[in-house]
């Protein structure tokens, strides 16, 4: 585990998971500009490793709607959607993460496989609802 600051994530994607008030996970991604929270900055390799963790279980659920991607480039937001997850993206600029795709089915977070767990037990966004927010957008400070 190596801390890393803001100023050294700054221009390059990183992906972070992150629980709501009401149990349900994220995939939030910085998209080279967007917030990424202290919690996050202390272990980004417990997040890759943790979304390598989701990545690898079956699908629950259909995504509700993901972006169109290129065949060649791995949609993980539609991968993620699939096993129960909500996908935010940043906008590059620093902008607030807009809501890309959505599971059918929510998988709470007390379905985790173990390390995806541990990861959203430390990311807690209490005052957050993924399956609502308005207008689609998490702003962050």
Known sequence: ????????????????????????????????????????????????????????????TEAVFAPELAANLANTW????????????????????RLVAAPRVPRPSSMLPPLAAAATARLVLEHVHFERPLPDVLKFR
Request: no cysteine; aromatic share 10%.
């Open 1 to 60: 585990m190596v801390k890393k600051s803001r100023d050294e994530i700054q221009g390059w994607e990183f992906d972070w998971l992150a629980r709501d008030a009401d149990g349900n996970v994220a995939l939030l991604s910085t998209a080279g500009g967007g917030y990424a929270p202290e919690e996050f900055l202390r272990d980004t390799d417990l997040h890759d490793a943790a979304i390598r963790e989701i990545l690898a279980l079956e699908p629950s």
């Open 78 to 97: 539609r991968l993620v959607a699939e096993r129960g997850l909500f996908a935010f993206d940043a906008d590059p600029s620093g902008g607030p993460y």
